[in-house]
């Protein structure tokens, strides 16, 4: 099941952002529970393995089953199984949407295309998990409420960078794949090998 509980303990469990930073976590920004300002947690390999998952999978926003769906799928790709993972979690549509910016978090970007305000090439395309290829032109929908929330999105992330890989053209809600990502375009929080490691126990 995907998690839908509060993000402001995931963060602090992980110190990190991988949801959106609130007061919450500025103000506690250790271990969730009444002793997470002391605890002092034993790491064991599989434990380290074990929480790089979880940080992707809860980054992404994927299930258990999605996540290790796509994890066998990059087993079986040619190429450097970490690094073709992450590329495919990368090249999702709802991924993209958000580094383009058309939605504020990918939490948005899945609901965004889940309610059909995507096209892909001129079709509308509302499977979060399509995965996008070099060449692919992403917009969004002519509707007027499809374009003011994508509107209002990119005025919210106008300081996060789009990455080198994609094309933006803001002022036509459209954007193009240009190539597929390199390792160093991808997460940079995440050591993907030890994923690959917990895997293969």
């Known amino acids: 099941m995907r998690y839908i509980g509060p993000t402001t303990r995931i963060n602090r469990r992980f110190k990190m952002g991988l949801f959106p930073i609130t007061k919450a976590y500025e103000r506690k920004p250790y271990l969730p529970g009444i002793h997470g300002a002391h605890l002092k947690r034993r790491v064991s390999d599989y434990s380290l393995g074990l929480c790089e998952k979880q940080k992707l999978r809860f980054m992404f926003g994927l299930s258990e089953a999605q996540f290790r769906l796509t994890f066998e799928k990059a087993k079986h790709a040619r190429g450097i199984t970490g690094e073709v993972f992450l590329r495919l979690l990368e090249c999702r549509l709802d991924n993209i949407v958000y580094l383009m910016g058309f939605a504020k978090t990918r939490r948005a970007a899945r609901q965004l295309v889940g309610h059909g305000h995507v096209c892909v090439n001129g079709h509308k395309v509302n499977i979060s998990s399509y995965s996008c290829c070099p060449g692919d032109v992403i917009s969004i929908g002519e509707k007027m409420a499809s374009r003011q929330l994508a509107t209002r999105a ?12 994609l094309t933006v053209q803001a002022d036509g809600l459209k954007g193009t794949v240009d190539r597929l990502p390199i390792r160093e375009e991808m997460v940079s929080e995440i050591d993907e090998q030890l994923i690959v490691e917990f895997y293969s126990r």
Do not use: F, I, K, Y
Not at 154 to 164: T, V
């Open 154 to 165: 990119l005025d919210e992330s106008q300081g996060r960078n789009c990455p080198a890989w």
